[in-house]
């Protein structure tokens, strides 16, 4: 574009880049995570060229009309607004606390799986099928639970 043309389409170059800045930096922050929840997913903190990139080229297409052109556009600072910080700590807290028991059924079931099969190979008990599964529910609960399980009595049988 020429000058004469950025001149009669733009008035305050200042207050029209900052305008327009503002206006491609939020358009951006409603395309993309702040941290995305898989990692095929490009967000604002993990994947810091792309949006970079990104932001660079919107910002281009709204400033041409001034005669600017952009050399480099980057986020330099990004923090959660206070109305959601809570909101995103919970869900940060949420997936540790789905790691962590994920990682503990996946001991858990590991587990029993061996206790089964010692049980099986030193011929310590027969176990049919119901009293597999009462085993192997009871074992879970004891591994997975995140208390300390309380010792029940029975006084008789499954089969009573």
């Known amino acids: 574009m020429n000058a004469a043309g ?3 389409n733009v008035d305050d170059y200042e207050d029209f880049v900052e305008v ?5 930096l939020r358009n951006l922050a ?3 995570h702040y941290d ?8 604002l903190r993990g994947h810091i060229e792309e949006v970079a990139a990104q932001l660079k080229q919107d910002l281009q297409v709204r400033i041409q009309q001034a005669g ?6 980057r986020i330099s600072y990004l923090a959660y607004a206070r109305e959601i910080a809570s909101a995103m700590l919970q869900r940060q807290q949420a997936g540790a606390v789905i790691a962590a028991r994920t990682q503990i059924v996946d001991a ?19 176990l049919d099928g119901e009293r597999k599964a ?14 300390a399980p309380q010792p029940i009595l029975n006084t008789g ?4």
């Open 108 to 126: 858990a079931v590991g587990m029993v799986e061996h206790a089964l099969k010692m049980l099986q190979e030193r011929n310590v008990v027969e």
């Open 157 to 160: 049988t499954l089969y009573n």
């Open 6 to 8: 950025a001149e009669f």
């Open 20 to 24: 327009q800045a503002d206006a491609a």
């Open 134 to 147: 009462a085993m192997v529910s009871n074992l879970l609960v004891v591994l997975c639970g995140h208390t």
């Open 30 to 32: 409603s395309r993309y």
């Open 36 to 43: 995305a929840p898989t990692t095929d997913t490009h967000s």
């Open 68 to 73: 600017v052109q952009v050399q480099e556009a």
